[in-house]
C-alpha cells in the first residue's frame, strides 16, 4: 500500500514541505527535451507518471499526466493539461490505453518502482522512457568530496538501472544523457561547471536529496566549498569543468519496448 503525506505527495519525499521553490530552478533544459523526444518517437498519447509541475510535457503530444503531490500540481502552468491526482502504482486506466509512458526524475521516489513499472508496461502498447540517475555514478560527481552524504543518499534512492529493465520486460536500452553547462533544470550534476549555484539554499532545496540530510551536513558543505573557491583549491582540481561545454555523469535514458 502505498503511504501519502497530507499533500498527497507519495514515496519519499514530501513536496508540501520542499516543492515550492521547484518550478523555479527545475526548469526543463531543451538539450535534454531533445533526447526525452527522441525515446518517445513518434508517439502521440502519452502518459507521464510523477509529472510535478510538467517539465518535458511536449504540447506537440496529447500528455495525460499523474502527479500525487497536490503543491506540484499547483505549479503546472496553464498552458498543460490538469494533472490527475493517482500514484504510479495504481493507474487509473485501461491495457494499453497510451502509445508511450515517461517518468522523469521520479522513479527513485516511488514507494514500489517494481509496481509503479508494471502498472506503465500494462497501459502502454509502446516505449517506456525513464530519466533516471545511474546510482553506480552517482559518486563520480565532484560534490561527493564536500558532501558525500548527500550522495549516498542518491545512490541508495535510485533504482539500478537492470532493476528498471528486468521490471518492464521486453527489449531495453540505456542511454547516457549529457548535461550541458548551462542547464537549466537544476539538478545536482547540472551544476558541474557552477559550482557557486549549490551555495544557494533554494537551488539546492529543488533538490530533493538535500531534504534526507540535516542541517549538520548542509553547514559543513556550504562552509568547505566556500573555503575551496576563495582559497583557489576547487578551480585548481575542478576549474576545468568550468568551460567543459557537456558533462556526461550518473544521468541516463532507460527506453524499453514490449
Known amino acids: ?42 508517439s502521440r498519447t502519452v502518459l507521464n507518471v510523477g509529472a510535478g509541475t510538467g517539465s518535458y510535457e511536449s504540447t506537440g503530444r496529447t500528455v495525460t499526466a499523474i502527479e500525487p503531490s497536490e503543491s506540484l500540481r499547483a505549479q503546472r502552468p496553464a498552458r498543460l493539461a490538469r494533472a490527475i491526482d493517482a500514484v ?25 518502482a517494481r509496481a509503479g513499472l508494471r502498472e506503465m ?64 533544470d537544476g539538478f545536482n550534476e547540472a551544476y558541474y561547471g557552477r559550482p557557486e549555484m549549490l551555495l544557494d539554499s533554494a537551488a539546492r532545496q529543488a533538490c530533493s536529496a538535500w531534504s534526507f540530510v540535516d542541517d549538520r551536513v548542509r553547514e559543513h558543505f556550504d ?19 568550468r568551460g567543459q561545454p557537456t558533462y556526461e555523469g550518473s544521468l541516463v535514458i532507460v527506453r524499453a519496448t514490449p
Open 1 to 42: 500500500m502505498t503511504t501519502r503525506t497530507q499533500d498527497g505527495s507519495a514515496g519519499d519525499v514530501d513536496y508540501g514541505a520542499i516543492g515550492s521553490g521547484c518550478s523555479s530552478f527545475r526548469r526543463p533544459d531543451e538539450r535534454i527535451a531533445r533526447f526525452i523526444a527522441q525515446a518517445l518517437g513518434d
Open 88 to 112: 504510479a502504482e495504481d493507474l487509473p486506466f485501461a491495457d494499453g490505453e497510451f502509445d508511450a509512458a515517461m517518468t522523469l526524475f521520479s522513479v527513485h521516489q516511488w514507494s514500489d
Open 121 to 184: 508496461r500494462r497501459v502502454t502498447r509502446g516505449p517506456v522512457v525513464i530519466l533516471t540517475c545511474d546510482p553506480t555514478l552517482v559518486r563520480d560527481f565532484w560534490l561527493y568530496r564536500y558532501a558525500p552524504e548527500v550522495l549516498d543518499t542518491e545512490a541508495r534512492r535510485y533504482p539500478p538501472v537492470e532493476q528498471l529493465t528486468a521490471a518492464l520486460g521486453g527489449t531495453g536500452t540505456i542511454q547516457t544523457v549529457p548535461i550541458p553547462l548551462d542547464c537549466t
Open 223 to 241: 562552509e568547505t566549498l566556500r573555503h575551496d573557491l576563495n582559497s583557489g583549491a576547487w578551480n585548481a582540481e575542478f576549474g576545468h569543468l
